[in-house]
């Protein structure tokens, strides 16, 4: 049962809303009373699901025990919540931690967007960084995953959040012979290891998650969409994503199926990771002077040939444009946490979580049926009456739109990821592309210009793939005035 809004626990932290949960407790935002001007902390409320006195004395324990962990962790790196009280009121236990102000990064990472090389590379080291002080006390986090990776706001670091001891609290039982057994498997599907789902977690074990995320950030596949190898069991990943044969074989084997053979901390695999980074900058190096000379050379046999044959009448290419358009939502509006097992409140065939029910309104998630694709969808973000309102992150069957709503359409500014992998970013009125726009293909050609009703109208630049074409056309109704070639990713090839 959640607490109900207003609750003062411990006659000092006041809830003040419902942040989400699951089969595992429920988290809250209280603010303390004793504190001058009320700051904002993180309650987690954690219930056995027995109250039997020996599954409360083991559950004590437990608590304690993991209260001593998070204090540690939380003073060795600011990378990890700081936990300011523990305590124990009518058999529930309570932790309070630092109130993290940010998203988690399932907001990054998208189903159909694919991170480059080098962006993964950093993220990686970030990830690793905070989790390698976890690993140098010998402690095993069990639920790395996107939801518990968070960027702070105030300086774009990831903080690693959620542990997974806690939860054992949770699943206490009492056997038939009285024994005290604890009927949880840690972790999320996907992200979990064979030795891990078996209950016998490892270091490596968390390395393997990380893997998981980085080539789910690589081919903008969820890891319930990976193919394996039928005889090994191993990822098949590698013909979804265009990477470096150093970084192809870090990754390989950070996911291994055998424990032994990854690496065994995120100390070892950071090393790993760095060594990419600093093979990268020694490449560059190399190759920028040689290609400066190549490039220098042609340019000189070029612009001599040109001199003899040059024509009377130079014709000036256009210059590259851009779209140049700044989103008013900053991306902390795409916060997508992870929902409860039943929703707060259910309207029809939509059900919403974390929303007020005064008239509807503020941030929350709501789930529903999308009626085009006859698929479930899934908005995070701003709210009014009941519909999509203000700043939020929109996803269907692949698909994904951020940015501006009004009365549950797209209607501003946003960036619209396609599950082709196609993109446009620009304008939006009423759900449709309308007024300056750029539309990013799979294959890399890009129309920057206007757009009218999802259609090329009016002036538009247009730049090839790999840039060796550029030139300005005219479109009416997505259709070219000369020729009469129809507005597809293809054109221009």
Known sequence: MKIVIGTI????????????????????LAEDLDLPNQPKFVVKHLKPKTSESDVLQVAQRLFESEAKVLYKLG?????????????????????????IDGYDLSAEIIPGKKLSESELIQLL????EVLAVVHQQNIIHRDIKPQNLMRRQEDSKIILIDFGAVKEIKGLLADTEG???STVIIGSNGYMPNEQANSKPKLASDIYAVGIIAIQALTGKLPQEFSEDP????????????????LASVLTKMVNCQFNLRYQSATEALE??????????????LVIPVCLSV????GLIFAFMNFLKRPATVVKQPAKSESNLQLVC???????QPLASKPDLKIGNSEYYGLSREKGTGKGSVVFPDKKTGTQARYDGEMKNYKRNGCGIYTVNGDSYRGQFQDDKFHGQGINTFKSGDRYIGQFENGFFQGKGEFICKNGNKYIGEFRNNKLHGKVTFISQNGSNEKIEIWEDGKLKEGGKIFDCNAGK
């Not at 080291?125 to 690793?128: C, F, G, P, R, S």
């Not at 790993?272 to 190096?285: G, W």
């Not at 900053?330 to 997508?336: D, R, Y």
């Open 330 to 336: 900053p991306e902390t509006s795409f916060l997508s």
């Open 179 to 181: 024994q005290v057994i």
């Open 295 to 298: 490039v220098v050379l042609s």
């Open 272 to 285: 790993a990771v760095k060594s990419l980074s600093s093979f990268t900058i020694k490449l560059q190096k």
């Open 125 to 128: 080291q970030e990830i690793l």
């Open 231 to 246: 005889q090994s069991g191993e990822i098949i990943w590698q013909n979804e994503a265009k990477v470096s044969k150093k």
């Open 75 to 99: 003073n060795l790196s600011q990378q990890i919540p700081k936990l300011f009280a523990h305590f124990q009121e009518n058999g529930e236990f309570y932790l309070v931690q630092e109130f």
């Open 9 to 28: 626990l411990r006659n000092r932290y006041k809830i003040l809303q419902f942040l989400g949960g699951g089969a595992f407790g429920e988290t809250y």
